[in-house]
């Protein structure tokens, strides 16, 4: 599964802070799909690594 | 994941992270309650961890309180504000309070009572998630999304980043009219054009 933003979308953003928000948004869509498309054991192993370690 | 809106449950057959262990370790603990805000995206696989949990109960009586204190105590958590039972239920009237695992101040669990309408709507229309072999209670989706996105009218983008995740990953199978009138009640429908 590959991410592909809408890059327009980020280029008709004014600031970089702005341009930083949008291509957030854009991964938050990609990871929700990722999400309904694998198993849970898939993200939830990868989500578990990235909780843990703060912890 | 499986979202059976009908039957008000969510079944995640997920590996359980240290965030997710602590939160069913502590609300074993309490007859009633209902998971808010950032857990409930965290929950649903949000990509980032968090200091803190969100955690509405009814309204308790001073010995209904204690009774749960005690329970608390017993299993290993204790109350970071104060250890003084009846200051932490002055604290709780006034505000929150908060618990985490002895000796620890982080993950914390943010113990609130239900105090306004959309408190009991959480509650009254509280989301069953069916674990591998454990069970939580959160806010429902619609509710979370339009909560989310009235937090970020003030401009902290991990709120609206929240509500996208719940929307992107349930939109499908949101009730759309019951969404559509809780953004209108916070006045958040700029904010949902944002993130839709």
Same mark, same amino acid.
């Given at each position: 599964m590959k991410y592909t933003p809408n890059l327009n979308k980020i280029r008709n953003a004014k600031t970089d802070k702005e341009k930083n928000f949008i291509e957030r948004l854009e991964f938050i869509k990609f990871w929700a799909e990722y999400i309904k498309t694998h198993k849970d054991s898939d993200w939830s192993s990868q989500q578990k690594a990235l909780i843990n370690s703060q912890f | 994941m499986i979202y059976l809106p009908d039957k008000k449950q969510l079944l995640i057959d997920k590996e359980l992270n240290e965030l997710d262990k602590f939160v069913i370790e502590f609300t074993r603990l309490l007859p009633e309650y209902v998971l808010v805000s950032g857990y409930v995206s965290i929950l649903t696989g949000r990509s980032r961890g968090t200091e803190d949990i969100d955690l509405l109960v009814p309204k308790l009586d001073f010995n209904s309180f204690k009774s749960i204190w005690d329970k608390i105590y017993q299993n290993k958590f204790e109350c #970071? !504000?104060?250890?003084?039972v009846v200051e932490a239920f002055d604290l709780l009237k006034e505000h929150a309070i908060r618990f985490a695992r #002895?000796?620890?101040? #982080?993950? !914390?669990m943010e113990f609130k009572l239900i105090k306004t309408k959309e408190d009991f709507y959480s509650l009254s229309n509280k989301l069953k998630v069916i674990l591998k072999k454990d069970i939580l209670f959160i806010s429902p989706l619609e509710m979370q999304i339009a909560f989310k996105l009235n937090l970020g009218k003030q401009g902290n983008e991990k709120d609206l980043e929240d509500a996208k995740h719940l929307y992107e990953l349930f939109k499908d199978n949101l009730n759309r009219e019951e969404l559509i009138r809780l953004i209108r009640l916070f006045k958040a429908e700029k904010e949902f054009d944002l993130i839709k």
């Open positions: - | #970071i !504000n104060t250890e003084d #002895i000796g620890k101040a #982080i993950p !914390n």
